[in-house]
């Protein structure tokens, strides 16, 4: 997820759901408020098609700041399928 509006990811995720099983959306720090909201954009405005959240992943990754420490930031990865 990135600086985008949310509807262009949920073009483009509907897109690949096309042609692929399975697609993943990640998120990572204030981004997974994003992911989260266009996994469920996804599911709930497209009930007639049938997609569904077939996983969900969290986890976190050191990543180095701006001054050179280490920290935590969290991730969250939701796999959607079509039914």
């Known amino acids: 997820m990135g600086t985008k509006p949310i509807m262009l990811y949920v073009s483009a995720i509907l ?8 697609v993943t959306i990640a998120g990572r720090g204030r981004r997974i408020t994003q992911a989260i909201d266009v996994s469920q954009m996804i599911i709930k405005r497209m009930k007639d098609v049938g997609y569904e959240i077939s996983d969900v ?4 990754d050191l990543l180095e700041s701006k001054d050179g420490r280490e920290r935590p930031v969290s991730k969250i990865e939701i796999d ?3 039914l």
């Open 57 to 60: 992943r969290i986890s976190s």
């Open 80 to 82: 959607i399928k079509k």
């Open 15 to 22: 897109a690949k759901l096309a042609s692929l099983p399975i």
